[in-house]
């Protein structure tokens, strides 16, 4: 009792994991429950959503992940039907498919032929001379192609040509192709990461950051930034951002590329994009203390440079491009004991400043713009399983809607003491074609054996 | 310069207009000749679109940029009305039935009418910014494109289907010449595979590109997620037809709601929502 009690529970999940009423029903639901993470931003702070939407909603935001709506627990769990109810539904068909990929369709009589959706038959009251018999044979297969053939079959000779019987897996693989991507993406989750790095011209750098947890990912190898140059059209709008990248192993050269967007560097699986670039400026003073002791010094902003024999340290506090033609920069000068000045350097004039004991004698030299180029560091072992999967959906969807399973049968027999020949053709996809391809048959034979009825 | 694409597409507009005014007047009048008319206006007008489309292509590389019409906003509304016109024509000649055309061309002429009279679409040929100069824009705008076409041309019919429908006894007058449901249905259902396939290879060619621009074939952008909700929109409506009492009627709304879905798609995102396609906005 309890027994068949089970069983009963269990025909019934499958059967409504096995559904295509379910399969609609979740479409639907994930069409619509994927429309609440286009309106509410995304991956902000949870701060963001408390000051947006105020304290009632930022609950709701809060248990349901609408932060991040695409990897919450209730969508995940709903990609998670989806994909139990493609596996389901398409096991379901299994025996149907194989019992159609297995029929024998040679295995019919004569009167089945003439409750096919498409039939015609002759009848002749002589019988057929072997080589009028072989002129209707040769007609069927010009058009039908291939063919196997029964003799004795209901006292007669049958013909079938059959084609796209395999067409019954397409389905097969464009459901399997969505499990496929799924797989690729989760491949791509847990063996690959995505970061980014920030990195000066002329520096190198041999780890990056995570994207989301701000971890440092080693590289196993380093990467160079030789240089990085942008380009401009006539109206001002960017043209080109372009990165020198040398990749070294051990302080050795082993690969080097110029990237741009949409053509990254790939080196060991790991694959550098051009994503942004910010420009500092640098600039080049020469500072002198007598006539011999002087000492030319690089200060880039934000980065201290030091005359550490003078224990001297000089920062870039501002900088701009002209002043009344010139380049001039703000610069800031600090010693041992915490005591820090600052004065605007113009190039080309010369400026004194005292500290402790000693002058010195400062002077700009150079200054020019150095860039960082922005770098998106990924490495996804999946994205190949990721385009497996999308070619099996183009070839599963085209073989499912475009193939078609095609029978084309002739009977030619005796009955009655007449002739009988009968044409017959059935087709599951594009009608229209498959009943231009029979009737080409039919004139044939009509031609023939029309005028002998 | 008077021939040049800007002329050309004007006079596009103007075409497909009266193109729209004489299906519908061959629709509501029942008048064969107007109806051939209309089929031979419509052949003219895509001739000159695509002779417009072709020079500015060519103005395109004149002005030393040289890229596909196929970069912003208004290149992508002419495009959009060039493949609504060849999907129906396509289907006209098939089926051989112009009064689909009444509800076929005006989203044509719409999208014409919208991107030569709106005061803030940009018309001006513009160079390609760093992001868009991929090998995967034409590939990725076109099949995308024949997949937006095809949903017009079947919402046209879906709409067809429930006026059909919902005056199922006439068999006379306007109504009597519009094909029978069964008919109808098929239409549709055909319609939105040919166009899924195309929305299915413009997702994957945009997760392609995705991935050489960005690192990422999928990251949840707002135009990304609204492709796949009209994915999931026209993949309900093809497994609808094996649910009993789904074909039919409620397959002609789903035409009419999906293509609701890629107009927020190729529109609502952009003005609406903040992304990575703002690009598709100016």
Redesign the interface.
């Known amino acids: 009792m309890k027994a068949s009690s089970s069983t009963y529970q269990d025909t019934s999940i499958w059967r409504f994991f096995s559904s295509v009423r379910l399969a609609v029903f979740l479409l639907i639901i994930l069409a619509i429950t994927s429309i609440v993470g286009t309106v509410i931003p995304q991956g902000e702070s949870l701060q963001f959503y408390l000051e947006r939407f105020g304290p009632g909603f930022f609950r709701i935001i809060k248990v349901l992940h609408l932060n991040d709506t695409y990897h919450s627990w209730w969508y995940l769990i709903l990609l998670g039907l989806f994909s139990t109810n493609l596996v389901i539904c398409t096991l379901r068909r299994l025996p149907f498919t194989l019992k159609l990929s297995r029929r024998d369709n040679l295995s019919v009589d004569s009167g089945r032929l003439l409750k096919m959706p498409f039939k015609k038959d002759w009848e002749i009251k002589e019988e057929l001379d072997n080589d009028s018999t072989q002129s209707i044979i040769s007609a069927f297969k010009k058009v039908a192609g291939k063919f196997h053939e029964r003799s004795d079959v209901d006292g007669g000779r049958l013909f079938l040509a059959e084609r796209g019987k395999w067409s019954y897996w397409g389905v097969y693989g464009l459901h399997g192709s969505i499990l496929i991507i799924f797989v690729g993406a989760l491949v791509g989750l847990f063996l690959g990461f995505k970061g980014s790095v920030m990195l000066p011209e002329g520096e190198t750098i041999d780890h990056i950051v995570n994207r989301q947890t701000g971890e440092h990912i080693p590289l196993g190898f380093s990467v160079r930034c030789n240089r990085f140059n942008i380009s401009f059209y006539d109206n001002g709008a960017p043209k080109e951002y372009r990165s020198d990248l040398t990749v070294l192993n051990d302080d050795k050269e082993v690969f080097h590329k110029s990237i741009v967007v949409n053509d990254p560097m790939e080196y060991k699986g790991v694959t550098f994009y051009q994503a942004s670039y910010r420009a500092i400026p640098e600039v080049t003073v020469q500072v002198a203390k007598s006539d011999t002791l002087k000492r030319s010094m690089t200060i880039s902003a934000f980065q201290k440079a030091l005359w550490s024999e003078e224990q001297l340290s000089f920062g870039l506090m501002q900088y701009m491009p002209s002043v009344h033609g010139r380049p001039a920069a703000r610069i800031r000068v600090g010693d041992q004991e915490g005591r820090s000045g600052n004065f605007w350097l113009l190039k080309g004039n010369e400026k004194e400043f005292q500290r402790g004991e000693n002058l010195y004698r400062i002077s700009l030299s150079n200054a020019k713009q150095r860039y960082l180029t922005g770098l998106q560091v990924k490495k996804d072992p999946g994205v190949w399983i990721v385009w497996l999967g999308c070619t099996v959906l183009i070839v599963g969807f085209t073989v499912v809607f475009w193939v078609p399973h095609r029978r084309m049968w002739l009977w030619i027999g005796r009955r009655k003491g007449k002739t009988v020949v009968i044409l017959s053709g059935q087709t599951n996809k594009n009608k229209l074609q498959f009943e231009k391809d029979i009737r080409k048959i039919e004139e044939a034979l009509n031609s023939s054996l029309g005028a002998r009825q | 310069m008077t021939f040049s694409s800007s002329y050309l597409f004007s006079l596009t507009t103007f075409i497909y207009m009266g193109a729209a005014a004489l299906y519908l007047i061959h629709w509501i009048f029942r008048v064969k000749k107007v109806g051939f008319l209309a089929t031979v206006v419509t052949v003219g007008g895509i001739v000159i679109q695509t002779v417009g489309i072709g020079l500015r292509w060519i103005e395109s590389y004149q002005l030393g ?1 040289g890229h596909a019409p196929l970069s912003n906003l208004y290149e992508s509304l002419v495009f959009f009305s060039w493949v609504t016109i060849v999907v129906y024509l396509i289907i006209e000649w098939q089926v051989k039935q112009r009064v689909i055309g009444a509800f076929a061309t005006p989203f044509a002429s719409l999208s014409m009418a919208y991107a030569s009279f709106s005061p803030n679409i940009e018309d001006k040929i ?2 390609l ?3 868009l ?2 090998n ?1 824009l034409i590939a990725h705008v076109v099949t995308c494109f024949l997949g937006y076409a095809s949903f017009a041309v079947a919402c046209g019919l879906g709409i067809m289907y429930l006026i059909k429908n919902r005056f199922s006894g006439a068999s006379e007058g306007i109504m009597g010449v519009i094909p029978d449901c069964k008919i109808l249905d098929e239409l549709i259902h055909q319609t939105i ?1 040919f166009g ?2 195309w929305l ?2 413009g997702i ?1 060619t945009g ?3 995705a ?8 990251s ?1 952008d ?1 135009k990304e ?2 492709s ?2 009209t994915w ?2 026209y ?2 409506a093809l ?2 037809r ?2 009993r009492g ?1 074909a039919g009627r409620r397959i002609a709304y789903i035409s009419i709601i999906g293509f609701a ?1 890629v107009m927020f798609t190729y529109f609502g ?1 952009n003005f609406l ?1 903040s992304g990575l396609h703002s690009y598709g906005a100016q």
């Open positions: 940029y513009q160079p910014i760093p992001a100069k991929s995967w595979v899924f396939l299915t290879l994957i997760a392609i590109w991935n050489d621009a960005w690192g990422t074939y999928w949840w707002p997620t609204w796949l909700i999931f929109v993949a309900t497994h609808a094996f649910v789904w879905s995102v929502l």
